[in-house]
């Protein structure tokens, strides 16, 4: 099961060990036939997770990463319900999407059987900023993602209107956005 475009920060490589180790052999009489199935990160929008049946692909939305405790949870109940989706059309063809022939599926995966209200997502998350004071007073906000690469050293960033770098150590503190 190839996974692509993992989003980088700083949780990915828990969550990668977490789904090989918690994930797999968790539904490890069934992965067998998963294994050509593809998931990528780069679904955008509201909605959780997305599976291209014919393309055995799973795109799971990165902001996912973002859920404040339940992080895990949401990740794994979301790609198991969309591997049930490829699992059920694998064995019944195409039939009512959450429908008792995808609840089997989900429910032999390990899945809950919730079917997430995709505004679900936008509800549960918490949007924070991350605010950098810069020396000249100014004070920069960086989303929750660019906070962690630039606390992580993975980037450099560059206030854009003064060329000015902005530093790890000029972090003063978050706020919730919700
Ligand atoms: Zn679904």
């Known amino acids: 099961m190839p996974v692509t475009n993992f989003p980088e920060s700083p949780d990915i490589e828990s969550a990668t060990h977490w789904f090989y180790s918690s994930l797999l052999p968790q539904s490890h ?16 929008g509201i909605k959780a997770g997305l599976a291209h049946l014919d393309k055995q692909l799973i795109r799971i939305n990165p902001q996912l990463f973002d859920f ?9 109940d979301t790609i198991i319900h969309e591997l049930a989706h490829i699992m059920c ?10 429908g008792k022939e995808w609840k089997k599926c989900a429910l032999l995966l390990g899945g809950s059987c919730e079917v997430r209200h995709s505004l679900a997502l936008t509800k549960a998350r918490k949007t924070r ?8 007073g100014s004070i ?8 962690k690469r630039l606390q992580y050293g993975k980037v450099k960033y560059h206030v854009r209107a003064t060329g000015k770098r902005i530093q790890a150590h000029y972090y003063n503190g978050h706020n919730e956005l919700t």
């Open 89 to 98: 059309y694998a064995l019944y063809g195409r039939v009512k999407p959450h």
């Open 68 to 76: 404040p405790d339940n992080c895990f949870y949401a990740l794994s």
């Open 29 to 44: 009489k069934h992965a067998q036939q998963m294994l050509d199935v593809e998931i990528r990160f780069d679904l955008t």
């Open 129 to 136: 900023a991350f605010s950098y004071h810069m020396p000249d």
């Open 140 to 147: 920069i906000q960086l989303s929750s993602l660019r906070h």
